[in-house]
């Protein structure tokens, strides 16, 4: 093996990026949330980057993976996943209830795992491209299209957040009035051509005026509703039927694969998820039930670049279409995301990104999506930098906190705001 491919250091890097009060089903995003980087640094002297979720449970395992990397290959990426078990041993103790904040399903052992490889994956992907001098997605095959569409992820949300901390300048939109003005400065700042509703925050009827405003403010334009499983079968169905003429689809409205098969086998709109088929484990079960007609990938917790195109061919195989989920990000997860999409034949939904709420970033260049679009890079690796000014910034800022916002918690911090808040289901 050329001694040029070795790892000779991996450096983990936990940090803190400010965040808007967006709201969702589970409480309300906190002023800070973790992030993790990932950097892999070559005997070549090349370094290589990764980014996934910053919580405790996540940077245990990035240690634990971090100390075994050395000494082997760049190129070795399928490894990543036994190398990975042999240096988890807690894996029995996870407690498989929903993540508080992140949404996406059920938590296993094996879902936190992945969600730390797909970090050394792309890394060790962008190290690997930097020293071929080839983009990233020439060693996933070669991109099938020149631009990744991304769709303007709205949120009902609050001006300022209860406990203090940043502020931006988009205000409060509590209202359809207030989605539609989001949606409006989406459009000029990026050129979002479709549009997605983070719901089961109000009671459905207002959620399902926001989507009639919407279909009224951009006629024609595709729209998506997202209430993370608040609904019960039949509210689902009562929803469906009342937006069924502007829905591209309706992601996740209720809980679990039954309700979900028991929805489409009563509905023509198209129902999405990044709740119930969130691991390779739950694939069968829904497809045989035809619960859902789309699949939102995500690299992070589906194990990483490679296992994004598995899943993108078991879509295809069965004819389940595609589209991309997304949490609160950075840009070299972007830049991971829009590699890979670039390589995904049956993608033909916009991509999911939270990126347009996030100020703060650690790569030097900030992307620019030009309608709604950005293009795929074909520099080296995944052709962004680190601006290592701000990763110490961030990093100072997550060393400084108490403990508070080292693990994502919605929940908490709308407690913050009215201590007796409990999720509500409809
Ligand atoms: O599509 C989804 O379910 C998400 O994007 C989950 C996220 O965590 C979102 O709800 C959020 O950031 O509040
Ligand atoms: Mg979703």
């Given at each position: 093996?050329?001694?040029?491919l070795?790892?000779?250091?991996?450096?983990?890097?936990p940090?803190?990026?400010?965040?808007?009060?967006?709201?969702?089903?589970?409480g309300?995003?906190?002023p800070?949330?973790?992030?993790l980087?990932?950097?892999?640094?070559?005997?070549?002297?090349?370094?290589?980057?990764?980014?996934?979720?910053g919580?405790?449970?996540?940077?245990?395992?990035?240690?634990r993976?971090?100390?075994?990397?050395?000494?082997?290959?760049?190129?070795?990426?399928?490894?990543?996943?036994?190398?990975s078990?042999?240096v988890d041993?807690?894996?029995?103790d996870?407690?498989?209830?929903?993540?508080?904040?992140?949404?996406?399903?059920?938590?296993?052992?094996?879902?936190l795992?992945?969600?730390?490889?797909?970090?050394?994956?792309?890394?060790c992907?962008?190290a690997l491209?930097r020293?071929?001098g080839?983009?990233?997605?020439?060693?996933l095959?070669?991109?099938?299209?020149?631009?990744v569409?991304?769709?303007?992820y709205?949120?009902?949300?609050?001006a300022?957040?209860?406990?203090?901390?940043?502020?931006?300048?988009?205000?409060?939109?509590?209202?359809?009035?207030?989605i539609?003005?989001?949606?409006?400065?989406?459009?000029?700042?990026?050129?979002?051509?479709?549009?997605?509703?983070?719901g089961?925050v109000?009671?459905?009827?207002?959620e399902?005026?926001?989507?009639?405003a919407l279909?009224?403010?951009?006629?024609?334009r595709?729209?998506?509703?997202?209430?993370?499983?608040a609904?019960?079968?039949?509210?689902s169905?009562?929803?469906?039927?009342?937006?069924?003429?502007?829905?591209?689809?309706?992601?996740?409205?209720?809980?679990g694969t039954?309700?979900?098969?028991?929805?489409?086998?009563r509905?023509d709109v198209?129902l999405?998820?990044?709740?119930?088929v969130?691991?390779?484990?739950?694939v069968?079960?829904?497809?045989a039930?035809?619960?859902?007609?789309?699949?939102?990938?995500?690299?992070?917790?589906?194990?990483?670049?490679?296992?994004?195109?598995?899943?993108a061919?078991?879509?295809?195989?069965?004819?389940?279409?595609?589209?991309?989920h997304?949490?609160t990000?950075?840009?070299?997860?972007?830049?991971?995301?829009?590699?890979?999409?670039?390589?995904?034949?049956?993608?033909?939904?916009?991509?999911?990104?939270?990126?347009?709420w996030?100020?703060?970033?650690?790569i030097?260049?900030?992307?620019?999506?030009?309608a709604g679009?950005?293009?795929?890079?074909?520099?080296?690796g995944l052709g962004?930098d680190?601006?290592?000014d701000?990763?110490?910034?961030?990093?100072?800022?997550w060393?400084?906190?108490d403990?508070t916002?080292?693990?994502?918690?919605?929940?908490?911090?709308?407690r913050?705001?009215a201590?007796?808040?409990?999720?509500s289901s409809?």
């Open positions: 093996m050329d001694a040029k070795i790892v000779d250091e991996v450096r983990l890097t940090i803190l990026i400010s965040d808007p009060p967006l709201l969702n089903v589970q309300v995003h906190q800070y949330t973790p992030r980087v990932v950097e892999v640094v070559t005997r070549g002297g090349v370094s290589g980057l990764g980014e996934t979720y919580d405790t449970v996540y940077l245990d395992i990035a240690g993976l971090a100390e075994v990397l050395p000494g082997r290959s760049i190129t070795d990426v399928n490894a990543l996943f036994a190398l078990e042999s041993p807690h894996q029995a996870v407690d498989p209830a929903v993540d508080a904040g992140g949404l996406r399903g059920v938590r296993t052992a094996d879902k795992r992945l969600s730390v490889v797909s970090a050394f994956e792309t890394a992907l962008d491209g020293t071929l080839l983009p990233v997605h020439a060693l095959g070669g991109k099938v299209r020149d631009s569409e991304y769709s303007a709205l949120f009902h949300r609050w300022t957040h209860p406990a203090g901390g940043p502020v931006d300048d988009w205000g409060a939109a509590l209202d359809p009035a207030g539609v003005a989001q949606a409006r400065r989406f459009d000029r700042l990026h050129g979002f051509r479709s549009f997605k509703l983070k089961g109000f009671e459905p009827e207002r399902i005026a926001a989507i009639r279909a009224e403010a951009f006629p024609g595709p729209l998506r509703l997202d209430p993370n499983g609904w019960s079968v039949e509210t169905l009562a929803v469906a039927r009342e937006l069924g003429d502007v829905l591209e689809y309706l992601e996740d409205p209720a809980s039954d309700a979900m098969a028991e929805i489409a086998a509905t198209p999405a998820t990044n709740m119930c969130t691991t390779f484990e739950e069968p079960e829904a497809f039930k035809e619960a859902v007609r789309i699949v939102l990938c995500d690299h992070h917790y589906w194990g990483g670049l490679g296992r994004t195109r598995e899943l061919a078991l879509c295809r195989t069965y004819g389940v279409g595609l589209s991309m997304s949490n990000h950075l840009g070299i997860s972007l830049a991971a995301m829009t590699q890979v999409a670039a390589t995904l034949p049956g993608l033909h939904h916009a991509c999911d990104t939270h990126y347009p996030q100020t703060e970033d650690v030097t260049t900030r992307p620019v999506f030009r679009r950005l293009a795929v890079s074909d520099a080296p962004v680190l601006d290592r701000a990763l110490a910034a961030l990093h100072h800022r060393l400084s906190d403990g916002h080292h693990d994502r918690d919605d929940t908490a911090a709308m913050g705001a201590p007796d808040w409990k999720p409809w």
